[in-house]
């Protein structure tokens, strides 16, 4: 915090944001996946080999709600490690 108000930011520390301060626009996109279930969203669902998740994709522009279900294939999803920098299969 120290660093934030000497880069001049102390009088960000106590402002309310607002939608339109943190997105403004018309074609602003939203998304957001469920991790565990929720009133919104289901959780991930693991079934042997794959995974199950729920997301809400919401488009501004248009006016669209999806709801999307979507299944991972776990056997061929990566992570990309900081600690070398490379590829591992989860």
Do not use: P, W, Y
């Amino acid at each position: 915090m120290r660093k934030l108000i000497d880069d001049g930011g102390k009088k960000d520390l106590e402002r309310v944001f607002f939608a339109d301060d943190l997105a403004n626009g018309k074609n602003i996109v939203f998304c957001a996946t469920g991790i565990s279930d929720s009133a919104l969203l289901r959780g991930v669902k693991s079934k042997g080999t794959s995974a199950i998740t729920h997301s809400l994709l919401m488009r501004a522009k248009s006016k669209t709600v999806r709801f999307i279900r979507a299944t991972h294939n776990l056997q061929s999803k990566t992570i990309r490690l900081r600690s070398d920098r490379s590829e591992h299969l989860i």
